[in-house]
């Protein structure tokens, strides 16, 4: 019987267009959230690069080790790509939404174009901008931010590509979309593709959005991840706290949101 009015259901829902079938299920959400798990060498510290609020992240202490910045999706803020400059670091920046950078950066080579799929006179795949600009360099930093393009970007961006970079750092959005089965499989494809050669080595919480209940468990909107390449864990990792006494609110009016108990168990 209640097979049966399972299955009623189902039928009258997709008369309205809704396909139960394409929802994931609690297990699919744990099983995303235990992507997550943080990773930091014990011989490595973070350290803070640009804004106090946002555009400001938290990345390995190797910077001594980064020869160029790849900055994706720049907007109005380039605190970050300004404090790697005072450290020696010079920037590749691309952003389509802006005709020139907010402020002027010695040696910063921006681009007019936004990252994507294909190449043309509006977008530029990943890939192509590095081969055209640090070919035979592996020591790159990239910092992320396309409002949703990354995990496209991921997916699109081979391995030889990705592994010139040390550091990778993204903010991932919409992931309270994952409640739909194809956009999960899409976002849980593109975070294992990264983790086969990176670790997470830190997460915050970007509190313009406040979470999403799904399934009981309240999955952030935003979150801000710094990869940290494998070659760097030789060694023993250390003991990781969140959040880091680092970590500084994106939007200051903004309570600060903080993972819950189904992140934090698997996460730390």
Same mark, same amino acid.
């Given at each position: 019987?209640?097979?049966?009015?399972?299955?009623?259901?189902?039928?009258?829902?997709?008369?309205?267009?809704?396909?139960?079938?394409?929802?994931?299920?609690?297990?699919?959400?744990?099983?995303?959230?235990?992507?997550?798990?943080?990773?930091?060498? &014990?011989?490595?510290?973070?350290?803070?690069?640009?804004?106090?609020? *946002?555009?400001?992240?938290?990345? @390995?202490?190797?910077? *001594?080790?980064?020869?160029?910045?790849?900055?994706?999706?720049?907007?109005?803020? $380039?605190?970050?790509?300004?404090?790697?400059?005072?450290?020696?670091?010079?920037?590749?920046?691309? *952003?389509?939404?802006?005709?020139?950078?907010?402020?002027?950066?010695?040696?910063?080579?921006?681009?007019?174009?936004?990252?994507?799929?294909?190449?043309?006179? &509006?977008?530029?795949?990943?890939? +192509?901008?590095?081969?055209?600009? +640090? @070919?035979?360099?592996?020591?790159?930093?990239?910092?992320?931010?396309?409002?949703?393009?990354?995990?496209?970007?991921? $997916?699109?961006? @081979?391995?030889?590509i990705l592994e010139k970079f040390k550091i990778i750092i993204i903010e991932f959005h919409n992931l309270?979309?994952?409640?739909?089965?194809?956009?999960?499989?899409?976002?849980?494809?593109?975070?294992? &593709?990264?983790?086969?050669?990176?670790?997470?080595?830190?997460?915050?919480?970007?509190?313009?959005?406040?979470?999403?209940?799904?399934?009981?468990?309240?999955?952030? @909107?935003?979150?801000?991840? +710094?990869?940290?390449?494998?070659?760097?864990?030789?060694?023993?990792?250390?003991? $990781?706290?969140?959040?880091?006494?680092?970590?500084? &609110?994106?939007?200051?009016?903004?309570?600060?949101?903080?993972?819950?108990?189904?992140?934090?168990? +698997?996460?730390?």
């Open positions: 019987m209640i097979k049966l009015l399972k299955r009623l259901i189902r039928l009258f829902l997709l008369r309205l267009n809704i396909n139960v079938y394409l929802f994931s299920s609690k297990e699919d959400i744990l099983k995303f959230i235990n992507l997550f798990n943080i990773k930091l060498p &014990k011989n490595i510290n973070l350290i803070r690069v640009g804004s106090n609020n *946002d555009g400001g992240y938290l990345v @390995p202490n190797i910077l *001594d080790k980064i020869s160029y910045c790849y900055s994706l999706g720049i907007g109005k803020n $380039v605190s970050f790509e300004n404090d790697l400059h005072k450290k020696g670091i010079s920037s590749f920046g691309a *952003d389509g939404n802006i005709d020139k950078l907010p402020e002027n950066i010695k040696d910063y080579n921006f681009i007019n174009k936004n990252i994507g799929l294909i190449d043309d006179d &509006k977008n530029l795949r990943f890939e +192509t901008m590095v081969n055209s600009n +640090t @070919p035979d360099d592996n020591s790159l930093i990239a910092q992320i931010d396309i409002e949703g393009g990354e995990y496209s970007v991921l $997916v699109d961006t @081979p391995f030889n309270n979309k994952i409640s739909d089965k194809i956009i999960y499989n899409f976002y849980f494809q593109s975070l294992q &593709k990264i983790l086969q050669k990176f670790n997470i080595c830190h997460m915050h919480i970007n509190n313009a959005e406040q979470p999403i209940k799904i399934k009981n468990i309240y999955i952030p @909107p935003l979150i801000e991840i +710094t990869f940290l390449r494998k070659d760097f864990y030789d060694g023993d990792l250390q003991q $990781v706290v969140i959040p880091n006494n680092l970590d500084e &609110k994106n939007v200051k009016k903004n309570s600060e949101i903080r993972f819950d108990k189904n992140w934090m168990s +698997t996460i730390l």
